[in-house]
């Protein structure tokens, strides 16, 4: 518990950094701003001298300020050439994904390699933010490690396969230039590994975790369509199971079946992107991280009777450094 207080802790510290360096940047550049449309569609123009989560104050430039409520705002102006535009709501984005993973099980085995993968998603911003996005992946990965029997053992180019999809509800704070947004969800992360494939004493590797995303996105407008953003999130482990099929060793051994119930995740990234009237793009340099312990003990049968021995999924992690690049519409 010691261990996953210390980690939820530099987390908490690092989303605490983020978030005061957004505002502070989004705070400095409300200058920017030439107006301010409300949701009754009143469109007042003139400089932001007040803004908080509960007003918005507006010097029109004629002597008297307006004043309103700041959940009144349906947007803030920085083109005053296109005072008709409206807050898109819906947002798509289709994409690629290179990266290098790594994943190591300590004094065990450790396999890396690259990963190439299509990624995808939908979100709805209204203030209140519904996402769903999804990937699928495929890469050659190195297998350095042992036998069952202790002996030294490598295999190449195994075969591995990903899916990914995550469900997300956040809300949209907009301060400044910037959009801050928190957000909480539920993911699935599905991981195949193919040594028996390449290795005739291998066997199929499956792995399945629930977990929940608990993040920031904070988005810079830019201006003339360009922005950056930032994103840190941690995920909540909630539960997994590794699935081994020691029957592709001989087929009277039975699949085993190993609950995790212990580990967290830790991913984030900086993008940068334009969005035009009718596409954009967008470039994501990521990292993402994952720790998980020891399994339960699951027991081998052989065709059908117990053979005494327990195997446990032994604690692991593993880190993957990629970039994303993606159409935006």
Known sequence: MRGYSKSISVFAAAVAAVLFFSLTTAFAAVQNIKGVEFTDGVVVYGKVVKMTAEEIQIDSGDGALVTR???????????????????????????T????????????????????????????????MLKAE???????????????GGTPLSISNIPNYALEGRGLVGYDFVVGIATITPYVGLGYRWLQDN???KYPGGYQRESNYFYSPLGVDTVFDLGKGWFAAANLEYDAFIWG???SRFSDIDPGYNDLENRQHNGFGIRGGVSFGFKGARAGFVVEPYVRYWKIEESDVAWLTYYGSFTGDGFVEPKNKSTEVGCRVAVTF
Do not use: C, W
């Open 69 to 95: 409520k700041f959940a009144d705002v349906e947007r803030l102006i920085k083109d005053d050439d296109r005072p008709e535009v409206k807050r898109q709501r819906h947002f798509f984005t289709v994409g």
């Open 97 to 128: 994904e290179v990266s290098y993973i790594k994943y190591k099980e300590p004094d065990v085995m450790q396999e890396d390699g690259m990963m190439v993968g299509l990624v995808g998603s939908y979100a709805y911003r209204n203030q209140v």
């Open 134 to 148: 999804g990937k699928i992946a495929y890469g050659v990965i190195e297998y350095d490690g042992r036998t069952m």
């Open 195 to 197: 040594p028996q494939r």
């Open 241 to 243: 199971k590794q699935k």
